[in-house]
């Protein structure tokens, strides 16, 4: 099988990317940089999001999309501005779009499964969180339409994960009083790691997912649900 990995080069694409290989399968990777993943034996599109993404147009046939460009912008509401908003949707939000309206002939050929991203801070509302919620509020909405849309072809699911350790939540881990704040906070006491994540995301994009759609999975240390 074939599968776009966008942002495959961090975080939880990389691990996405990694347990893609090791199930042998073959793995697009694009993002921005590639340093830590060119080891790997996988085809690397330079691409940003932000900007061009017809790079993604020269696939025939893929059977799988996982979108992984995200941010975290933590601020008061009153702090929040109009770009700050606007940046977020545009990263997390319409550069999947983009990627999906591009990759949609290939997806179809393929009969391919779309992942997006959301977070637990669209379920569970917390403080400070309004820009990256609003965005991937946006996400959850995004992910029920197509899957609607564009069954019984392709199936689009999400994963809203809580703090995972990436390079996208270095600042929130940056000490051991941060580190074990944040595990104190949920459930299980302790913070996600990227393979926990990209594990879903592969489980979802595979044969095996093979009747789910239009769902969006918290895996996020009991956090959405558990008191
Ligand atoms: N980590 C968490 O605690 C957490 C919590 C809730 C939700 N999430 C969501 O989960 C998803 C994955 O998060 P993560 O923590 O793995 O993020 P990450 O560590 O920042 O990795 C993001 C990936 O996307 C790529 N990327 C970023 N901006 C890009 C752009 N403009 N164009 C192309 N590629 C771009 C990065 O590669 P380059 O820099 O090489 O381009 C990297 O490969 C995100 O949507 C995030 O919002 C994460």
């Given at each position: 099988?074939?599968?776009?990995?966008?942002?495959?080069?961090?975080?939880?694409?990389?691990?996405?990317?990694?347990?893609?290989?090791?199930?042998?399968?073959?793995?697009?990777?694009?993002?921005?940089?590639?340093?830590?993943?060119?080891?790997?034996?996988?085809?690397?599109?330079?691409?940003?999001?932000?900007?061009?993404v017809s790079a993604l147009e020269?696939?025939?046939?893929?059977?799988?999309?996982?979108?992984?460009?995200?941010?975290?912008?933590?601020?008061?509401?009153?702090?929040?501005?109009?770009?700050?908003?606007?940046?977020?949707?545009?990263?997390?939000?319409?550069?999947?779009?983009?990627?999906?309206?591009?990759?949609?002939?290939?997806?179809?050929?393929?009969?391919?499964?779309?992942?997006?991203?959301?977070?637990?801070?669209?379920?569970?509302?917390?403080?400070?969180?309004?820009?990256?919620?609003?965005?991937?509020?946006?996400?959850?909405?995004?992910?029920?339409?197509?899957?609607?849309?564009?069954?019984?072809?392709?199936?689009?699911?999400?994963?809203?994960?809580?703090?995972?350790?990436?390079p996208l939540a270095e600042a929130?881990?940056?000490?051991?009083?941060?580190?074990?704040?944040?595990?104190?906070?949920?459930?299980?006491?302790r913070v996600g790691k990227a393979?926990?994540?990209?594990?879903?995301?592969?489980?979802?994009?595979?044969?095996?997912?093979?009747?789910?759609?239009?769902?969006?999975?918290?895996?996020?240390?009991?956090?959405?649900?558990?008191?």
């Amino acid at each position: 099988m074939k599968y776009l990995v966008v942002g495959g080069s961090k975080g939880i694409g990389k691990a996405c990317t990694e347990q893609l290989l090791e199930a042998g399968h073959e793995v697009i990777v694009a993002a921005r940089t590639n340093n830590a993943i060119n080891h790997l034996p996988v085809e690397f599109v330079d691409l940003d999001v932000l900007a061009d993404v017809s790079a993604l147009e020269d696939f025939d046939e893929l059977n799988g999309l996982i979108y992984c460009p995200g941010s975290i912008n933590l601020r008061p509401f009153n702090r929040l501005t109009e770009d700050d908003f606007k940046n977020d949707f545009n990263l997390n939000v319409y550069g999947a779009i983009k990627c999906i309206q591009t990759c949609l002939p290939a997806l179809k050929k393929g009969t391919g499964s779309i992942v997006l991203f959301s977070t637990v801070a669209v379920q569970q509302g917390m403080a400070f969180h309004a820009s990256v919620a609003a965005s991937k509020g946006a996400i959850e909405g995004l992910t029920r339409a197509l899957a609607s849309e564009l069954a019984p072809n392709v199936r689009v699911n999400a994963i809203a994960p809580s703090l995972t350790d990436t390079p996208l939540a270095e600042a929130l881990l940056s000490n051991e009083k941060k580190r074990e704040a944040s595990e104190e906070r949920h459930p299980l006491k302790r913070v996600g790691k990227a393979d926990e994540i990209a594990s879903m995301a592969v489980h979802l994009v595979s044969e095996n997912g093979g009747w789910i759609t239009g769902q969006v999975i918290g895996i996020d240390g009991g956090m959405s649900r558990v008191r």
